[in-house]
């Protein structure tokens, strides 16, 4: 049997909390002897520890079962790096700032990939109007193909537009200098153009 957590990982997180294992021991209500066991590998964490054992640890209980700590390596990222996921099931749309794990109706969703070569009317048309920007697409609009949200992601601010069939596609946002317009079309993926 493979262990779900590893010996080394309690130990080495052990270590970086400046704890003792009788320390960690009493937070848990457990014998020394039971946590020596543990980082020694000749036993495992009952499995209703898991929760508590990561909480004292300072980890998440993935990174508990993986012995890796996780680094979060979008700290200083602006919204330019976000990203767009279409549950094919139930058409959710989900945004994240950065790469993120994400599933719906049971399965796990990739990030949109922007459409390289936009196909017969999905060009984005995009035209300043006061202050606010104009945002159209010459689009059909019916129950089978339509574009589903435009978005306009800006260095710290994101709005999105939800669509309907059988309304024109086109939307306003507030213009505040630079950003990208995206508009997602239920049959032909995710357009942009830079404003």
């Known amino acids: ?45 009952d499995i209703t520890f898991l929760e508590a054992l990561a909480k004292i640890l300072k980890v998440s209980v993935v990174e508990l079962f993986s012995g ?16 767009f ?5 139930c058409g959710n749309s989900v945004f994240s ?25 999905h060009r984005i048309d995009v035209q300043k109007d006061g202050g606010e920007i104009f ?18 992601v800006r260095l710290d601010s994101v709005e999105f537009a939800k669509m309907y069939p059988e309304q024109n596609a086109e939307t306003r946002f507030r213009n505040a200098g630079k950003c990208r317009i995206y508009a997602h079309c239920i049959k032909h993926g995710l357009f942009e153009v830079n404003f």
Request: glycine share 6%; net charge positive.
């Open 1 to 45: 049997m493979n262990q779900y957590v590893t010996g080394a990982a309690v130990k080495r997180l052990r270590e970086k909390q400046k704890l003792t294992q009788s320390q960690l021991a009493d937070f848990l209500g457990v014998s020394d002897r039971t946590v020596s066991k543990w980082e020694t590998g000749r036993g495992f964490p």
């Open 68 to 83: 890796a700590e996780i680094e979060n390596g979008n700290r200083s990222a602006n919204l330019s790096k976000s990203n």
């Open 85 to 89: 996921y279409i549950c094919p099931v």
């Open 97 to 121: 700032v950065g790469k993120a794990c994400v599933s719906c109706c049971g399965i796990q969703l990739s990030p949109l990939e922007v459409e390289n070569e936009p196909v017969e009317n």
């Open 135 to 152: 945002v159209r697409m010459n689009h059909e609009m019916t129950k089978s193909h339509y574009i589903s949200w435009f978005a306009c």
